[in-house]
């Protein structure tokens, strides 16, 4: 193919080939007997404009993209179109899962709607005493109470695996920005037995909470080469000069950093930061200029969802607009607007918006990883590494680098120190596609 360079049409071939030899049988070392290729490239070398290429190579047509998020489906769909090809881009989950409601929810709905005409025919029972008569009498209360969110929750959605999906019997499944796909959700990806083209960049950070089930592997071809017309682009030339750096400055000049502010943060699509202390407070300060109350959820917020749960069908990392909240017992009910432009209403819990420390707790003791309550935050603001996966037109990063690679240095030395911030610096650079302002370096704590 003449559109390639040298290294891109090399890795071409070695696709022709893995694809030739292994369509039809399974790779006899993969945990779920799926053929995976795993075409890594740092920033700019074409990765994605090469994988738009592979379809023709192949000779194939029944071929779809995957991303993690809405976002970075968004994205990705926008260069696809640029580089001439139109193939379908969707969330792997939206893919691979079909929403349907609880049964779990509608059980609980019926064993209640029951025991509340138990308790109706146990009123006109001869002979009870006034502690027994009470005692019908209030628990008949307290099904009453609950049988209204009981029967709200039977028509909320779930996610449940679709196994003749849109993915079922494709000729190739082409999966972008993964890292946050873990073993479980790989396993269902891999069981329609369709070959599976992965895109990674092992420059950035190495994935949180047991996602990486692609990208902490050798890749079967590197894109090293960054094309010229890349580093026209500011975001793609400054990643590249992160990458390639190897001193604590990670190849930032005085030009390239602006002083911090609040109304130049609030101006774009993201704000990232390295710590969480640093997230809370920007996300107060912003959440303050913006007129919203402390403490609590409301009509104009940007939340972010913190664990995976199928059976609310929402996923970790993602973000919904919060259109209106109706308060209750557990925690708020909120009517959102997901990434996908959809509008649908979400019981969360409210230990996520009350702070750093209420919502680590309430993530640490397994809070919203099941059930019919959504564990979320507010996501004015993000730390990087809950920003893999996703990108965004514009993002505005708070250097924080000092004080990691100082803090990494101290326990693992200076090189690994300035390893890790050039990692989180090209991480949090290369998850803006248009624009991104960096701030002039500060101490994190």
Not at 254 to 273: G, K
Request: net charge negative; glycine share 8%.
């Amino acid at each position: 193919m003449t559109d390639l360079t040298a290294q891109q049409a090399l890795g071409m071939e070695k696709i022709k080939a893995w694809y030739d030899a292994r369509q039809f049988h399974n790779v006899p070392d993969s945990a779920f007997g799926a053929d995976v290729f795993r075409w890594f490239g740092y920033a700019g070398t074409g990765k994605t404009f090469s994988a738009a290429r592979v379809p023709e190579a192949l000779g194939i047509e029944r071929v779809a993209f995957g991303t993690y998020t809405g976002k970075a489906a968004s994205v990705l769909r926008r260069s696809l179109q640029r580089y001439g090809v139109s193939y379908p881009v969707t969330t792997i989950h939206s893919a691979i899962y079909f929403p349907t409601t609880s049964a779990e929810a509608r059980q609980a709905f019926v064993d209640a709607s029951m025991e509340l005409a138990n308790c109706q025919d146990g009123l006109e029972v001869m002979g009870l005493t006034d502690e027994e008569m009470s005692s019908i009498q209030r628990r008949s209360s307290e099904l009453r109470a609950q049988l209204p969110e009981l029967e709200a929750n039977t028509h909320r959605l779930s996610f449940e695996f679709n196994p003749d999906g849109p993915w079922a019997g494709l000729d190739l499944i082409v999966l972008d920005e993964v890292s946050m796909v873990n073993a479980k959700l790989a396993a269902d990806i891999e069981s329609y037995g369709v070959p599976i083209l992965v895109l990674g960049d092992p420059a950035q950070l190495p994935p949180v909470e047991g996602g990486g089930y692609y990208t902490d592997a050798e890749p079967d071809h590197l894109l090293t080469d960054v094309q010229r017309q890349a580093l026209d682009n500011p975001v793609l030339e400054l990643a590249t000069r992160i990458r390639e750096s190897s001193t604590g400055s990670l190849g930032l000049t005085s030009s390239d950093t602006v002083p911090a502010s609040l109304a130049a943060a609030m101006e774009h699509d993201q704000v990232l930061c390295w710590t969480n202390k640093r997230r809370w407070a920007m996300i107060s300060a912003m959440r303050r200029r913006l007129g919203l109350p402390g403490g609590t959820v409301a009509p104009g917020d940007r939340i972010m969802c913190l664990t995976n749960n199928k059976d609310l069908a929402v996923f970790n990392g993602e973000q919904f607009e919060v259109l209106a909240v109706t308060e209750g017992t557990l925690g708020p009910t909120l009517s959102v607007k997901t990434e996908t432009g959809a509008v649908r209403d979400i019981p969360a819990f409210a230990d996520g918006f009350q702070g750093q420390e209420i919502q680590v707790q309430a993530k640490n003791s397994g809070l919203g990883g099941k059930g019919l309550r959504m564990l979320a935050t507010f996501a004015q603001a993000i730390t990087v590494h809950k920003a893999q996966g996703s990108e965004w037109d514009s993002v505005y990063v708070v250097n924080e680098t000092p004080g990691l690679i100082s803090m990494t240095a101290k326990r693992k030395g200076s090189k690994e120190g300035i390893a890790e911030g050039r990692r989180w610096a090209y991480t949090a650079v290369t998850r803006a596609k248009e624009r991104v302002t960096i701030t002039a370096p500060s101490q994190g704590r």
